[in-house]
């Protein structure tokens, strides 16, 4: 756990996962994870405990998949440590998991809800404001606004710079509507040169760095008032950025780039959403796309 949170720089939230899996695995194996012995261990155990996760718990692949994934980065870690002689996860196959596609919002929605009419003039409602438009202008992770310090928003140049997953750093543009909002919420907010560009005011009165419930919460209401989505999350918006960006030509390179993934084809997702970027393109350049249908046209 102190590797991969110190040495590979894992977020807080993955370690858990991982410690969490990782426990699971030795209860099945009825295993002190405390005293975890490698050589009370084969490959025939983990296959075991793949099935019993997919035939007697029902779980999902998905997250059988993830469970796995755990174990198998344990065992990475072992063989360098030399702790073991071979990896007995290598060979062992996840069963297959469909890929959700994600779901966004329409842009009448966004429209809707970024309407400077529908806001009030008090600070949560410019900070809530600003934070729905930030997340749908940047794409950024939740976890990453949440990380965001004054110095990380460089008004002159109109970027803004984030610290995504193990801290790879991206600069990502600002257009000046968002500008204008982020220098109106700075002048209306409490706390001058704060670190934490988002605050919230706590129970007890007292101001601090926004929390992941806070914003989750401002997110879920806000949106909720506009779509029938069923989930209204900030990773909703972010699904929203990739999608709008890709309808309006935006190449597929330059979003990947701008979500801060490291594989292509974590990205290549949001094609599968899209259609109305293939829609115009039909409509602009097929000779038939827009001809009239009349009863005079000839066979």
């Not at 007995?88 to 469909?98: G, L, N, Q």
């Not at 988002?198 to 506009?226: C, D, H, T």
């Not at 918006?237 to 190449?251: I, K, P, S, V, Y």
């Amino acid at each position: 756990m102190d590797y991969i949170a110190i040495e590979r720089k894992y977020s807080q939230r993955t370690v858990e996962a991982y410690r969490d899996d990782l426990r699971d695995f030795c209860r099945y194996m009825q295993l002190d994870p405390a005293a975890y012995d490698p050589s009370m261990v084969g490959e025939d155990d983990v296959k075991g405990w793949l099935l019993h996760m997919i035939e007697e718990e029902k779980q999902s692949p998905r997250s059988v998949k993830r469970r796995l994934s755990a174990l198998r980065s344990f065992y990475k870690y072992l063989l360098r440590q030399k702790k073991v002689p071979r990896d007995i996860t290598a060979r062992i196959v996840p069963p297959k998991a469909d890929k959700p596609l994600p779901v966004f919002f329409r842009s009448e929605e966004m429209e809707t809800v970024t309407q400077h009419d529908n806001w009030a003039d008090d600070f949560e409602s410019i900070r809530d404001a600003l934070i729905i438009e930030m997340l749908y202008q940047t794409g950024m992770r939740q976890a990453e606004m949440l990380n965001l310090q004054d110095r990380d928003i460089d008004l002159q140049q109109a970027q803004v710079r984030i610290f995504g997953k193990r801290r790879k750093e991206r600069i990502v543009p600002i257009g000046e509507h968002l500008i204008k909002q982020i220098k109106d919420y700075m002048e209306a907010r409490p706390l001058e040169q704060a670190p934490a560009l988002f605050v919230y005011q706590s129970r007890g009165g007292a101001w601090r760095p926004m929390s992941k419930s806070v914003l989750y919460s401002i997110v879920r209401n806000r949106m909720g008032e506009v779509s029938s989505l069923k989930k209204h999350s900030p990773h909703v918006l972010r699904h929203t950025f990739a999608t709008a960006m890709l309808d309006n030509g935006a190449d597929i390179r330059t979003i990947q780039t701008l979500l801060g993934h490291a594989s292509l084809s974590t990205t290549q997702v949001y094609t599968h959403t899209t259609f109305e970027q293939i829609k115009r393109v039909y409509m602009a350049t097929h000779p038939r796309a827009n001809k009239q249908n009349n009863n005079n046209d000839n066979e």
